[in-house]
């Protein structure tokens, strides 16, 4: 039985990663008005692994994710891979305090988890555009980044609220883990 669960958890975490790969794929083709404004349609998956992984397994995720992105995007070997890196890291790492701060998702929605994630994503690339590309100059900046963070935050966090509210999927993976 344990070793069944276990190989259940390995099948989540590479569906869930190719997920993250698939969206990321969908987001990369979508024109953006600013080359550094993202959706954030590959934390999707990340979202729905905090109600089905350990906090470990969602880490895991997040760095199979980041991985998958650089290759995806070309960026790998780039300044744009430790943005996004740094920003990915930080974004999960926030989505997992907040979600086992509020009693695993018990008193917060995926709109909070979410704006949490995206908040933190963007902090750290901004404390990264600082240090690394622009300095000072990172101000003018800031504030399209945040505000593009608070809106795609709530459109990911509305859609993560509906997707498991609907899914037959979800209810199904999450009876089976528990």
Known sequence: MIECLIMNKNRLISFLAALCLFLSA???AIPKPLPFLRLGLA???ILISLYLLTPKETL???VLKILGQGFISGTFFSYIFVFSAGGSLASSIAMIAVFYLFKKGKYISNIGLSLAGALANNAVQLLLSYFILF?????Y???VLLISACITGCALGIFTNLF???SI???KVKNEIA
């Not at 300095?135 to 101000?139: A, I, L, P, R, V």
């Open 26 to 28: 969908i987001e990369y």
């Open 43 to 45: 934390n999707l998956p």
């Open 60 to 62: 895991f995720l997040s």
């Open 135 to 139: 300095g000072e100059n990172t101000k």
């Open 141 to 143: 900046i800031a504030p």
């Open 164 to 166: 498991i509210e609907k």
């Open 169 to 171: 999927w979800f209810k």
